[in-house]
């Protein structure tokens, strides 16, 4: 099995930020928790505006909630360019173009990881399910336009971030779902693989810790049935 370098930081019982390095599996179950949000991507704080890769495990970040929630872990990952890693896949990222989505909606551009999530309110969706919110791939919005894949030309670190409490961070405009492994995902899995992924969570003693999911998810597929039919 292939392996990757993992880059931590976390929130101590004892309120200290401590960081690590690990070698994990190179695999999307893994790789889910560490690419969210591209370098550069700057996140609403109680402080003010803050670039990803410059916060730090103890800050608070405003969630589309309504909350300031408190950043648990932040962990990153580096993407290469293709053919550039044997036996790693290259990775699309997905580029949002401003008012993509509405007026301000990003603005401006918004770069997001493999993995993104972006929260979906539409009136169809509620209409069709009797839900306000859910979270969507960011890549299932892709429409060569406004919404395009892009293919990294040099190494790019990505992001994720887990909250106190899981929930949307407000980045450039749109709403981005913060980490959550989900109910029963990993679980389920071998049981060695589920300690493995779960040490890469320090602050967390079980995957109860990670808490409820703030919104159901909708995979690409769901995602286009409920709004194109």
Do not use: C
């Not at 990803?52 to 962990?75: F, H, K």
């Not at 896949?89 to 401003?98: D, F, G, N, S, V």
């Not at 969507?136 to 919005?141: G, K, R």
């Amino acid at each position: 099995m292939r392996t990757r370098r993992y880059e931590i930081a976390w929130l101590s019982a004892s309120g200290d930020v401590e960081t690590s390095t690990r070698i994990a599996p190179a695999i999307a179950q893994f790789e889910e928790a560490f690419s969210a949000f591209a370098r550069g991507t700057v996140l609403h704080t109680e402080d003010g505006p803050v670039a990803v890769e410059d916060l730090m495990p103890g800050t608070r970040v405003q969630t589309a909630e309504g909350r300031m929630e408190r950043v648990m872990w932040v962990g990153s990952m580096t993407i290469f360019p293709p053919n550039t890693v044997n036996g790693i896949e290259p990775a699309l990222m997905t580029r949002i173009t401003a008012d993509a989505f509405g007026l301000g909606r990003p603005n401006p551009d918004l770069v997001l990881g493999p993995r993104a999530r972006i929260l979906l309110r539409d009136d169809r969706f509620h209409s069709a399910t009797g839900i306000a919110a859910a979270y969507a791939p960011a890549s299932a919005f892709v429409d060569g336009v406004s919404i395009v894949e892009v293919t990294p030309i040099a190494p790019i670190p990505v992001y994720h971030l887990v909250l106190e409490r899981h929930g949307s961070i407000r980045a450039a405009g749109l709403e981005v779902e913060s980490y959550h492994p989900g109910i029963g995902n990993v679980e389920s899995a071998d049981p060695q693989m589920a300690a493995l992924f779960l040490a890469l969570f320090p602050h967390a003693k079980s995957f109860a810790d990670f808490g409820p999911v703030a919104h159901p998810r909708l995979s690409s597929a769901e995602m286009e049935r409920v709004l194109y039919g």
